[in-house]
């Protein structure tokens, strides 16, 4: 087994190359399913350190195994791209391009090759596979999918699944620390585009036209009544429109289509399925009300995170006995987020937890969230992330 690998002390060990690994990345960062540099460095440090790695066709994602094929198999995932934002925190190993990585991936990525570090070092003792899993595009296209496509959960079968997300989320935590949920963690995130065809014409007669504009205000007010009047007040369920086009900026002309774009979060797929099917029926029924036509369609779905409990009892005694008593917390609320790591979850009973590491931006000392240009994190805790990982695997192969 695995019981020599001392999770804390051999992660802590190489916390210098982790840091160092994730500032090289964070140099270069790239979105989506093509990530060129990237994948050729993670190849790089992986071929440093005499691991063999699996690619595939398509996409930059890439998994290595360890262990010998026998008995339980943990599959553990990093994401790796970034997002189309002009960083702005002055730091030295800042992004050298248009990209950065506001989301902490490049974190996500070090803490994974330091597990495979580890890992190495232990190869011949783990009775069980160990696959680590690089996985490209989560803030888009959704890479998971492509992913569970190409066969990553199986040959051999996953029989669980970890994840982790760098966080910033509580002011009372210590940085280090780790969060996690019992059940619920991410939503489903379905993004809703519909456009309404009307008959354009003159404003002044609005009787020879068939307007979309006061269409499309009805539909956006009667959607709204899924949520107050029909979901359980028990379910946490959110449908927000966030863009709403139609017109060209005439105050006198009606135009002929007028565009609705929005999000709708759910947590369980009951709600979701109904919620689903209410949009697709107040919208008919509202646009034809109306004597209008539509298109209406949900892309890029991601399934929720609900974490498995009993996984996650593994991780709680996993970071009790590294971490030390008072590391670990137990959220009491999911995100309504959405994490395309729901398509490891929906399938294989696993834990996504959160690993505390926020960091003033060296340009005003304040401290942003991901997805902001400033987005800066402590990357000294990150070898915490590696040994989670170790140890809840060490706890989970040993079933
Ligand atoms: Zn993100
Ligand atoms: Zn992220």
């Known amino acids: ?76 995932r990093a994401d790796m791209d970034a997002l189309p934002i002009v960083e702005e925190t002055g730091l030295p190993y800042a992004s050298e391009n248009q990209n950065m990585h506001a989301c902490g991936h490049d974190a996500h990525m070090a803490i994974l090759l330091g597990t495979a570090a580890v890992l190495k070092i232990h190869e011949q003792e783990i009775n069980g596979t160990v696959r680590l899993l690089f996985q490209p595009g989560e803030e888009f296209p959704g890479g998971a999918q492509v992913m569970v496509q190409d066969g990553v959960l199986e040959s051999p079968h996953a029989d669980y699944v970890l994840a982790l997300h760098v966080s910033n ?15 619920h963690t991410t939503a489903a995130d379905d993004q809703l585009y519909l456009t309404i065809y009307g008959k354009g014409g003159h404003g002044s007669r609005p009787d020879q036209c068939i307007d979309p504009v006061a269409i499309a205000t009805l ?7 899924i949520i107050s009047r029909e979901v359980s007040p028990y379910k946490s369920s959110v449908l927000t429109i966030a863009t709403v086009k139609g017109g060209n900026g005439a ?43 539509y298109s209406l369609e949900f892309k890029y779905p991601y399934p ?24 670990c917390h137990i959220l009491q609320f999911p995100e309504l987020g959405g994490e395309d790591a729901g398509y490891y979850f929906e399938r ?48 989970l192969l040993s079933f």
């Not at 840091?19 to 994948?39: A, C, S, Y």
């Not at 505390?356 to 000392?365: H, L, R």
Request: proline share 3%.
């Open 1 to 76: 087994m695995m019981e020599n690998i001392c999770s804390v002390k051999e992660a802590q060990k190489i916390s210098d190359k982790i840091v160092q690994w994730r500032r090289d990345l964070h140099k270069i960062p790239e979105i989506g399913m093509d990530l060129p540099k990237t994948e050729a460095y993670i190849k790089r440090i992986l071929d440093q350190l005499d691991v063999k790695y699996k690619v595939y066709s398509g996409h930059s994602g890439l998994t290595v195994d360890f262990g010998n094929g026998k008995g339980k198999t943990v599959v553990i």
């Open 169 to 183: 989320r509580n002011d009372s935590y210590k940085n280090g620390d780790v969060a996690v949920n019992w059940e």
């Open 219 to 225: 539909v956006i007010n009667n959607l709204q009544y």
């Open 251 to 293: 105050n006198n002309i009606i135009p002929d289509t007028a565009e609705v774009i929005g999000t709708v979060r759910n947590l369980d797929k009951e709600t979701r399925d109904f919620v689903l099917k209410r949009i697709e029926e107040i919208v008919e029924h509202t646009v034809k009300a109306m004597r209008g036509d």
């Open 304 to 327: 929720a995170i609900t974490n498995n409990k009993d996984v996650v009892k593994e991780f709680v005694d996993a970071a009790e006995k590294i971490l030390g008593e008072n590391r």
């Open 348 to 395: 294989i009973p696993g834990c996504y937890f959160y690993l505390q590491c926020p960091q003033a931006c060296p340009m005003d000392g304040k401290i942003y969230g991901a997805h902001n240009s400033k987005f800066c994190l402590d990357d000294s805790v990150l070898y915490v992330g590696t040994a989670m990982f170790l140890e809840t695997t060490k706890k």
